[in-house]
């Protein structure tokens, strides 16, 4: 496997400092990569825009076939990048296999979208014979894909797939934990075709995202991580007016009526907040649950979460139990001990779970946990929960929990489980979220757009709307026809 960069089509040297890539269920040393100096990331750069104009210029329906070959070649090596997603990550062999499905499925969808991104035409008046203007969408040049660690293969999908498309080229920074399976695919993207320079590899932390970021050739940034990270970027790319967009943190409520589904809605936000180990943006991190079925939503939640059996994502469960990876860090692991222990001393009360399990060594391992009682200004209820733990209010009625929902300053997903449409009126354009679902799974869909409000960001992936977050727009005024 290539643990070099990857820069013009082919491996290279990076210059920095070494770094061991971990198995966070084990601790072994998987890889060992070095980290890219500012040298290496303008390497990377320089060599995105050089490939910029050919690739810009290349017909969209040629550049469709390349991104949708390129799908089709990832798709065959399916086993080798699983098991490379779940040594490097931690997460389920059939959360990897999941994950490995929706990054290509995103590469094929906007393979679909690319010849759909259109201009306009206007009718002007002017005093010079007959004149028109024409709106062009033309691509924007080098763009930085800063990666998070919690799906490395997805959240790349969803920057790659509407830059490539458009006519940008890339430099992906995958995080610093998590760069092998992304070093994979950009090979396998130049096996496939995609020409040397159009996608490129850094790898780093910090410093090298910050390198990016602030490099004069790039001209867009996107971003999926933690809100003050997001901040810091935003700050860095305003001071050359880069277009970025920043998928950020979030704090998703589910609200659960006396009219719902109750055993879909315990279900689904069970998986919700426990999948990928609670290590999802928009996973219901809050559930509001009405009084009048509030005590059946516990107990059901509780006898569900029970099943949880905390081992190395490579090993599967022996049934019923349900395996659940470990944390992706050790600083993962302590905030969210932390985070619990300020609402216990607080009064909350833990229902199940919430300690490191028994018979675990090793390993970044929590035991889920459902958690009531907890008090409006504690931490597990004001900061984002990265990590298997759900709290449960008890709430008078639909009023009442949006007020509360609201109560937070993220605003990524939100859920909302009733067949009372007046309830659903009042969730879709009262709760200040940037997408609701409605008695459905919090899930990011390749066909709508999704993104966040308040401190959750800024723009949308997904959708034919990331199209535009790819593009700029040009206006041409033609005149003096007769």
Known sequence: MTTQLWIDGEAAEATGADREVQNPATLATIETVKDATADDVDRAVQAAHRAFPGWAATDVTKRAGIVRKAADLLAQHREELVASLVQEQGKPTL?????????VNGLYFYSELASKVRGGY?????????SYGLTIRRPLGVVGAIVPWNFPLTLLANKLGPALVAGNTVVAKPAETTPLTTLRVAELLGEAGVPAGVVNVVTGAAETGEALVTHPLVRRVAFTGQTSTGQRIAELAGRDLKRVSLELGGSDPSIVLADADLDAAVKTIQIGRYWNCGQMCLAPKRAFVVDEVYDRFVDTMVSR???????NGAEPAEKPKLRIGPLHT???LQTLQDQLADAVDRGA?????????????????FQPAVVVDVP??????????????LPVWRVDDVDHAIELAN???YGLGSSIWTRDAGAIDKAMNGLETGITWVNQMHYGYDEMPFGGTKMSGVGREHGAEALEEYVEIKSVVVGGLH
């Open 407 to 409: 109560d937070t300053e």
């Open 376 to 389: 409006r200004d504690s931490r597990l209820a004001t900061e984002e929960v990265f990590g298997p733990v």
């Open 349 to 365: 009360k833990v229902l199940v779970g919430g300690g490191v399990p028994d018979g675990t060594s090793g390993g970044h391992f």
């Open 330 to 332: 050790a600083r993962q």
């Open 305 to 311: 979460v029970e099943r949880y059996e905390p081992g």
């Open 95 to 103: 959360e990897a296999k999941g994950e490995f499905g929706h990054f």
């Open 122 to 130: 206007q009718e002007l008046p002017s005093q010079f014979g007959r």
